[in-house]
């Protein structure tokens, strides 16, 4: 079992900042990776970031690319979403998950095992 926590979501201006967080437990957490993902209002859940088991390799959505960058804290147990230049079509609920079975970092949502509760980012323009 691996339980995530986000914060750091909330409402802010078309251009601003907003760093999430994602808190993990219970599993060793150097032994998967983690994802970001978003659900906008009537969307579907897209994949955001992804981040391997050590950070040594990531990805990002080209919707993202450029404008935001995720990172992990294998000591502190965390994986953080930068979001920079922020876009009113970022708004969403953004959630973290855990892939525990995959070897190399994926976008597709099936892959994720775990996911967290979801937090709510809002850009207003």
């Known amino acids: 079992q691996v339980q995530l926590v986000e914060s750091g979501g909330g409402l802010v201006q078309a251009g601003g900042s907003l760093r999430l967080s994602c808190a993990a437990s219970g599993r060793t957490f150097t032994r998967y990776a983690m994802g970001w993902f978003r659900q906008g209002p009537g969307k579907e859940r897209e994949f955001v970031a992804a981040i391997s088991r050590s950070g040594g390799a990531t990805s990002y959505a080209d919707s993202v690319k450029g404008r935001f960058t995720v990172s992990r804290d294998n000591a502190k147990n965390t994986v953080d979403l930068q979001m920079n230049s922020l876009k009113p079509e970022d708004t969403a609920v953004y959630y973290c998950?855990?892939?525990?079975?995959?070897?190399?970092?994926?976008?597709?949502?099936?892959?994720?095992?775990?996911w967290g509760q979801g937090t709510q980012v809002t850009v207003s323009s």
């Open positions: 998950a855990a892939d525990i079975r995959s070897l190399t970092i994926t976008p597709r949502v099936s892959a994720y095992d775990y």
